[in-house]
């Protein structure tokens, strides 16, 4: 045989089988296209200057890119898969006819390189075209006008190149392994496995529940952030599994139960479609299960990376409530802050700008371990179970800053004030900091959020740790934080895991709103502080707001494009799924309308089938996301992300728009599925 011949067949096969080659090299041709769109923004952000937070943003591009590459092998491979199953007779019908199997081997060669070659070309034209208009939306999305110039970075071409290039030869040599392995009548039949009615594993089943069970009260019941992250991805290991034994025994177990209620099942709408769904139920579960687990994944990723893009303020103004704040730790048991306000208010009146809404003061910040019995500040193991952040006051400071309406009463001996975030102090409550005993009176939520307002509150900014729960603390005096410090010295001697700091905050308002002009302005005061004696670190609202947008507006746009991807897949799933089940569906609603069964019956069964199959998937990632709401809130914690409202927002509005677009798949694959059947909805 030649050449010529092998490709006019493998052209021929391609045209014959178009219903399931096009998707195939659609599903290529958007792969290639993404990876290099990823590929190309990675690199230019490398190489972009003039903007604060290129640095974060690089790195975040890079994972992304290697996500998206792995992932993109991933979907090829499947779908490459499905086209092998589908194509089994005829396949076998070629053994039949003489040819040997590496005649078929060089047969699939000349399909691999026709399909492989098209999509990698068409991919990455369609890549280039878009590249441009994708990182201009990026930057956009960061708030920044970088000028860029048209390019094609040769790295980027080259890696989409050899990444789908070995991609294609795993996919060749997968499909000579299967033809090798297989007999003629073996091919022939291969179509048929897996119609056997499945029995009922009521032991999987449930263990499928357990398995969800357990998965759901971990999201549910995780307090601490650290932890969250760990507990996050044993969920998502114990749900999938679960998932998976639910929808392989759990649904024949349904079934069965569903054909042994006669009133039920002896309906001739339902006699069809459960008896339909229970022999072929095992290979539609995993691929229903897939669609359960990619739509879930989809839906918090898509919620997740966009509600940290759009509370990227409130997280700026938590932690910046001013536009400078200047930190000094505290060595000894002062420092000269005359001097050092003097040198800031000289440097900010050369700026031709001035301080405004200023707040001072000493702060004591300690992050270590919990005891029992109201005990806090104590020497022992320290773990994510037992960690405690306490920030404290001076009750002095904020009382000499404060007008006469927000001033706190004085209190007597061994009295403190104190705002517990998460309630669990009383009022006139015993505590101990550090084996000294305390009677804490508690500030209510409205007075402590008046001395957190941005414009007008005089409580001190200081770091706050997103990590786990915090206690508030205003003692007496700067004495008394002095005191604190000093006992947690202490116990770091003993061994203790702690990281106390003690500092001095010196935080005002400026009018300077250009971030370079106000990373040279804090470089330079950095400088004059330090020649003065005065060691410090500056942070600046307006600088770091770049760096913030950097980073969130990358895993939003990360978040998209693996959003993307998965939600690719999921289509690629669902209408491989509606044309092999329509193969297999056609002769069987034949037979139905022979024995007497309308066309309008016939079209009732398949609408109640499919919508019944369809989404069932949707119903239970919904469910997934649900019990998973306080887990992913957890992390987002950690990325200082607290807006709850706003996360339940962006998560009902990701369900809602990803329902739309599951609604406009299913009339689509609807359709694919009738016309296979010879019906007409």
């Not at 997280?315 to 730790?329: F, N, S, T």
């Not at 022992?380 to 400071?397: A, P, R």
Request: charged residues 20%; positive net charge; proline residues 2%.
């Amino acid at each position: 045989m030649t050449r010529k011949l092998y490709y006019s067949l493998a052209k021929n096969n391609i045209k014959k089988n178009k219903s399931t080659f096009f998707p195939f090299l659609i599903s290529i041709l958007i792969m290639v296209a993404m990876f290099y769109i990823i590929s190309f923004i990675s690199y230019e952000v490398s190489h972009a200057k003039g903007f604060y937070g290129m640095e974060p943003m690089e790195m975040i591009l890079q994972f992304g890119t290697y996500v998206c590459g792995i992932f993109a092998a991933l979907v090829i491979f499947y779908t490459n898969s499905f086209l092998l199953k589908q194509r089994s007779k005829e396949l076998g019908l070629y053994s039949m006819l003489g040819l040997e199997k590496r005649h078929i081997a060089k047969v699939l060669f000349w399909e691999n390189c026709i399909i492989g070659l098209a999509g990698l070309a068409g991919g990455l034209i369609l890549g280039i075209l878009f590249s441009r208009f994708m990182s201009l939306l990026l930057f956009k999305m960061i708030g920044t006008s970088i000028k860029l110039g048209f390019s094609i970075p040769t790295i980027s071409v080259m890696s989409t190149i050899l990444l789908f290039l070995a991609v294609y030869f795993v996919n060749f040599v997968v499909a000579n392994i299967r033809v090798a392995r297989l007999k003629p009548i073996e091919l022939l039949q291969s179509e048929k496995k897996g119609e056997k009615e499945p029995k009922a594993n009521w032991l999987l089943a449930v263990l499928g529940i357990v398995s969800l069970g357990i998965g759901y009260y971990l999201s549910v019941t995780t307090k601490n952030p650290i932890k969250a992250l760990n507990t996050f991805f044993m969920a998502v290991l114990l749900v999938i599994l679960g998932n998976y034994l639910l929808f392989i025994s759990g649904s024949v177990m349904l079934l069965k139960v569903l054909k042994k209620n006669k009133r039920f099942y002896y309906h001739k709408s339902h006699f069809i479609s459960v008896s339909g769904m229970t022999y072929r139920m095992k290979r539609n579960a995993v691929g229903l299960a897939n669609i359960c687990i990619l739509s879930t994944a989809v839906l918090i990723i898509l919620s997740s990376t966009v509600c940290l893009y759009m509370g990227i303020e409130d997280v700026l103004h938590q932690q910046y409530p001013r536009d400078l704040r200047i930190v000094c730790d505290v060595k000894k048991e002062e420092i000269n802050t005359d001097k050092m306000e003097k040198i800031v208010q000289q440097k900010v009146k050369k700026a031709g700008k001035e301080t405004l809404q200023v707040k001072k003061g000493y702060s004591f910040n300690y992050l270590g371990c919990k005891g029992k019995n109201n005990h806090y500040m104590i020497a022992g193991t320290f773990d994510v179970d037992n960690m405690q952040y306490l920030t404290m006051y001076s009750l002095e400071e904020y009382n000499q800053l404060a007008d006469n309406d927000n001033k706190l009463p004085e209190l007597g001996e061994k009295e403190i004030w104190a705002y517990d975030e998460k309630g669990t102090l009383k009022d006139r409550q015993k505590i101990f900091l550090a084996d000294e005993a305390y009677t804490v009176r508690i500030l209510k939520q409205e007075q402590f959020q008046q001395m957190r307002d941005a414009k007008k509150g005089l409580y001190f900014d200081t770091d706050e740790s997103s990590l786990g729960e915090t206690i508030n603390f205003f003692l007496p005096n700067v004495k008394e934080l002095c005191k604190m410090k000093k006992k947690a010295e202490q116990l770091e001697k003993k061994g203790n895991f702690s990281y106390p700091t003690f500092q001095y905050a010196y935080a005002f308002n400026m009018s300077e709103k250009n971030a370079k002009k106000m990373e040279t302005f804090v470089d330079n005061l950095e400088k004059t502080l330090k020649e003065a004696g005065l060691d410090s670190q500056i942070r600046s609202l307006v600088v770091n707001r770049d760096a913030f947008y950097g980073i969130f507006a990358s895993l939003f746009f990360i978040g998209i494009f693996i959003g993307s991807l998965f939600l690719v897949t999921t289509v690629l799933i669902i209408y491989y799924k509606q044309i092999s089940e329509g193969y297999e569906d056609k002769e069987r609603f034949r037979i139905l309308q022979k024995v007497g069964m309308t066309t309008e019956e016939v079209k009732k069964v398949i609408r109640s089938q499919i919508l019944q199959v369809f989404f069932l998937p949707i119903f239970l990632a919904s469910l997934h996301i649900a019990f998973a709401f306080p887990c992913v809130e957890k992390i987002l914690e950690m990325f200082l992300m607290s807006n709850r409202t706003l996360f339940i927002c962006c998560t009902v509005g990701s369900i809602f728009v990803f329902l739309v677009g599951y609604g406009i798949v299913y009339k689509l694959t609807a359709k694919t599925y009738y016309r296979i059947v010879g019906t007409n909805n």
